[in-house]
């Protein structure tokens, strides 16, 4: 139960309607319990009224009115204990004066009205507290998702899609399952119980205490069976997480299976994995399928005891029974049986959802490694940038990817970075965006470390183009302008001209509100690596950032995107990461990286001069027909 303290926030938010439901809970269990004191009474009134006739044709007049004086005052003696809303209803009826048969059958209405107003404030009951979990569903859904986008570049490497997804989809819906059923049949219990121990006691103290001696062995059996369900819902949760995964991976990755025609081996691994999940989840049905059957059994009995004890009690004479009395135990007993029988539900409910949440409150307490400063800086950045004796290693791998490395880039440079696959270079643009903190040594932006600027407004200053493409399932014109406000076809169409796709996308069946598929399958590579393009020349950022963007681009095109984006770049910081050197493009530096180190620095020219790393590179790049030269 210690972890579902972390929804308390959310009840104290919708406390109004939280209070609103206990009190349609207790109102409509009050007037359910009514019910039996009336039907009582009406047994009561039935056997007396029968009595009463015999008496009459069996005796004289005095005796006969000797014994109505007797039958009135024992009915005075047997409501007592009554409600007062009963007494108030009985009163009425002796003192109209009415027949026999409008006595019953004002008091079979009477019952039917009982169970409508109980109804209704059952409906209302639903309406406060189920509603209620709904929008605490929602709030949290919201919670989980927005820490998600708080969390770091290295969370994600750690933990898999599915297993995300699976605690923001089925964990919360076990949540749920506790802040609305289990809350409202808890309190649906209590009341009944309430109520029911409460005139059970008035009317027959030792009686109540023979008809309910089965319930300790109830409680010690939820006791028992709740701490294994415990256990085991935890380890479905992680199963059916591991299940989600597997599934995911194999969507995502289905022409890779289907190419290497390994439909089968994966149906397999995925039928692994669910039969270990059946068998569990089998195996907790089994323990809360004690339960059911234990309720019926202690129900039984209690209505055994009833009607036995009740009529020898009736038999004998004694502690004032009658068979309205016997009949108002057995309604009581009748009104325990879903309430009690609802306890194992709920605790089961409760379990779960305390091992769900403990899943949420592991995410929900990870701090994210990368956050804003108290007192962030937000400032234009004219694109400035200052490597100061920086080393980085990754945290999941323990890869050194930067080693004492510095650099200094002016305000509209354009810088080439090239190196080897492992070199380091994808990680100066990750740094620059601040998906991770240098390990040690400073990161300068315009002379501010940039461990002070807001990091919003430092990513919202800086066109990113990701080694890694990934577009949405979205138009072409949102996908382009993804970081814009206003989604409109020309702004779209001025941007993807810069990474020379727009008269493509113009052929599309219909043009920039053509859909794109899931990460962009309906497109080639060169096409959604050049609309990746176009989304970060969507907005005239100062600093522009590309990393290895034009590996899936012949050499025409990739000629003819240069040549645009040397008038697009103009008077912007540019660092353009690549394995490849394109001699079309005026650098005016290019930085050599070998095992997070520069090893080599300067134009095309001067390096080519001093026959070094750089020489190497470029002439392995010619000898495989990758030197970025039309070819034609």
Same mark, same amino acid.
């Given at each position: 139960?210690?972890?579902?303290?972390?929804?308390?926030?959310?009840?104290?938010?919708?406390?109004?309607?939280?209070?609103?439901?206990?009190? %349609?809970?207790?109102?409509?269990?009050?007037?359910?319990?009514?019910?039996?004191?009336?039907?009582?009474?009406?047994?009561?009134?039935?056997?007396?009224?029968?009595?009463?006739?015999?008496?009459?044709?069996?005796s004289?007049?005095?005796?006969?009115?000797?014994?109505?004086?007797?039958?009135?005052?024992?009915?005075?003696?047997?409501?007592?204990?009554y409600?007062?809303?009963?007494?108030?209803?009985?009163?009425?009826?002796?003192?109209?004066?009415?027949?026999?048969?409008?006595?019953?059958?004002?008091?079979?209405?009477?019952?039917?009205?009982?169970?409508v107003?109980?109804?209704?404030?059952?409906?209302?009951?639903?309406?406060?507290?189920?509603?209620?979990?709904?929008?605490?569903?929602?709030?949290?859904?919201?919670?989980?998702?927005?820490?998600?986008?708080?969390?770091?570049?290295?969370?994600?490497?750690?933990?898999?899609?599915?297993?995300?997804?699976?605690r923001?989809?089925?964990?919360?819906?076990?949540?749920?399952?506790?802040?609305?059923?289990?809350?409202?049949?808890?309190?649906?219990?209590?009341?009944?119980?309430?109520?029911?121990?409460?005139?059970?006691?008035?009317?027959?103290?030792?009686?109540t205490?023979?008809?309910?001696?089965?319930?300790?062995?109830?409680?010690?059996?939820?006791?028992?069976?709740?701490?294994?369900?415990?256990?085991?819902?935890?380890?479905?949760?992680?199963?059916?997480?591991?299940?989600?995964?597997?599934?995911?991976?194999?969507?995502?990755?289905?022409?890779?299976?289907?190419? %290497?025609?390994?439909?089968?081996?994966?149906?397999?691994?995925?039928?692994?994995n669910?039969?270990?999940?059946? $068998?569990?989840?089998?195996?907790?049905?089994?323990?809360?399928?004690?339960?059911?059957?234990?309720?019926?059994?202690?129900?039984?009995?209690?209505?055994?005891?009833t009607?036995?004890?009740?009529?020898?009690?009736?038999?004998?004479?004694?502690?004032?029974?009658?068979?309205?009395?016997?009949?108002?135990?057995?309604?009581?007993?009748?009104?325990?049986?879903?309430?009690?029988?609802?306890?194992?539900?709920?605790a089961?409910?409760?379990?779960?959802?305390?091992?769900?949440?403990?899943?949420?409150?592991?995410?929900?307490e990870?701090?994210?490694?990368?956050?804003?400063?108290?007192?962030?800086?937000?400032?234009p950045?004219?694109?400035?940038?200052?490597?100061?004796?920086?080393?980085?290693?990754?945290?999941?791998?323990?890869?050194?990817?930067?080693?004492?490395?510095?650099? $200094?880039?002016?305000?509209?440079?354009?810088?080439?970075?090239?190196?080897?696959?492992?070199?380091?270079?994808?990680?100066?643009?990750?740094?620059?965006?601040?998906?991770?903190?240098?390990?040690?040594?400073?990161?300068?932006?315009?002379?501010k470390?940039?461990?002070?600027?807001?990091?919003?407004?430092?990513? +919202?200053?800086?066109?990113?183009v990701?080694?890694?493409?990934?577009?949405?399932?979205?138009?072409?014109?949102?996908?382009?302008?993804?970081?814009?406000?206003?989604?409109?076809?020309?702004?779209?169409?001025?941007a993807?001209?810069?990474? +020379?796709?727009?008269?493509?996308?113009?052929?599309?069946?219909?043009?920039?509100?053509?859909?794109?598929?899931?990460?962009?399958?309906?497109?080639?590579?060169?096409? $959604?690596?050049?609309?990746?393009?176009?989304?970060?020349?969507?907005?005239?950022?100062?600093?522009?950032?590309?990393?290895?963007?034009?590996?899936?681009?012949?050499?025409?095109?990739?000629?003819?995107?240069?040549?645009?984006?040397?008038?697009?770049?103009?008077? $912007?910081?540019?660092?353009?990461?690549?394995?490849?050197?394109?001699?079309?493009?005026?650098?005016?530096?290019?930085?050599?990286?070998?095992?997070?180190?520069?090893?080599?620095?300067?134009?095309?020219?001067?390096?080519?001069?001093?026959?070094?790393?750089y020489?190497?590179?470029?002439?392995?790049?010619?000898?495989?027909?990758?030197?970025?030269?039309?070819?034609?």
């Amino acid at each position: 139960m210690k972890y579902l303290k972390a929804v308390n926030k959310y009840f104290w938010k919708y406390k109004w309607r939280l209070l609103l439901g206990m009190l %349609f809970i207790i109102l409509s269990n009050y007037f359910r319990i009514l019910s039996p004191q009336v039907t009582g009474f009406v047994v009561n009134t039935v056997e007396r009224e029968l009595t009463t006739q015999t008496a009459n044709k069996v005796s004289s007049g005095r005796v006969a009115a000797t014994q109505a004086k007797e039958i009135s005052g024992n009915q005075k003696s047997d409501t007592a204990n009554y409600d007062i809303l009963v007494k108030k209803y009985i009163r009425k009826l002796d003192t109209s004066h009415q027949s026999f048969g409008r006595k019953i059958a004002f008091s079979g209405i009477t019952l039917l009205l009982l169970a409508v107003i109980g109804g209704i404030f059952m409906f209302l009951m639903r309406q406060t507290i189920i509603v209620m979990s709904r929008h605490i569903e929602f709030d949290q859904k919201n919670e989980i998702f927005r820490h998600y986008q708080l969390l770091d570049t290295a969370f994600y490497k750690t933990h898999s899609t599915g297993d995300l997804m699976s605690r923001m989809a089925e964990d919360v819906s076990r949540v749920r399952m506790y802040t609305g059923p289990a809350i409202m049949y808890l309190g649906n219990l209590l009341a009944t119980i309430g109520f029911s121990l409460y005139f059970m006691i008035r009317k027959d103290a030792l009686l109540t205490l023979y008809v309910l001696a089965p319930l300790p062995i109830l409680a010690v059996t939820i006791y028992m069976v709740n701490t294994i369900i415990h256990k085991r819902s935890e380890r479905i949760q992680a199963l059916l997480s591991s299940l989600t995964t597997n599934a995911q991976e194999s969507y995502s990755g289905i022409r890779v299976i289907k190419s %290497f025609v390994q439909e089968s081996a994966m149906i397999r691994f995925f039928t692994a994995n669910s039969e270990e999940y059946r $068998k569990n989840a089998i195996n907790l049905s089994k323990v809360e399928a004690i339960y059911f059957p234990s309720m019926g059994l202690i129900i039984g009995l209690s209505t055994l005891l009833t009607i036995m004890i009740g009529g020898f009690y009736v038999i004998h004479g004694t502690h004032h029974a009658d068979l309205g009395t016997i009949t108002e135990f057995i309604i009581y007993i009748t009104m325990l049986t879903f309430p009690v029988s609802a306890i194992g539900w709920v605790a089961s409910m409760i379990q779960r959802a305390s091992a769900s949440q403990k899943r949420l409150n592991e995410f929900l307490e990870t701090v994210p490694a990368i956050q804003n400063p108290p007192h962030a800086i937000s400032q234009p950045l004219t694109g400035h940038i200052s490597f100061e004796q920086v080393d980085f290693i990754y945290p999941n791998t323990g890869i050194h990817a930067l080693r004492n490395f510095n650099l $200094k880039i002016r305000k509209g440079e354009k810088i080439a970075v090239i190196g080897r696959t492992g070199s380091g270079k994808t990680t100066l643009a990750q740094l620059l965006l601040r998906f991770y903190d240098p390990t040690h040594g400073l990161l300068r932006l315009d002379g501010k470390d940039i461990k002070t600027l807001d990091i919003h407004n430092l990513r +919202s200053q800086i066109g990113y183009v990701p080694q890694d493409v990934f577009l949405f399932s979205d138009s072409v014109t949102g996908n382009i302008l993804f970081g814009s406000d206003k989604k409109t076809e020309p702004p779209a169409r001025k941007a993807a001209s810069f990474a +020379s796709v727009d008269q493509e996308i113009l052929q599309f069946s219909s043009g920039f509100d053509t859909m794109i598929g899931e990460r962009g399958v309906t497109l080639s590579g060169g096409q $959604k690596q050049r609309i990746s393009i176009a989304r970060a020349l969507s907005k005239d950022h100062e600093l522009v950032i590309f990393d290895d963007c034009l590996s899936a681009v012949d050499a025409r095109t990739e000629k003819e995107i240069i040549s645009r984006l040397y008038g697009y770049l103009q008077q $912007k910081t540019a660092i353009i990461i690549t394995h490849r050197i394109f001699t079309l493009f005026e650098f005016d530096r290019i930085i050599v990286l070998d095992q997070g180190r520069i090893v080599e620095t300067g134009t095309h020219a001067g390096l080519m001069a001093m026959n070094g790393y750089y020489t190497r590179l470029y002439e392995q790049q010619q000898q495989t027909g990758e030197d970025g030269q039309t070819r034609d």
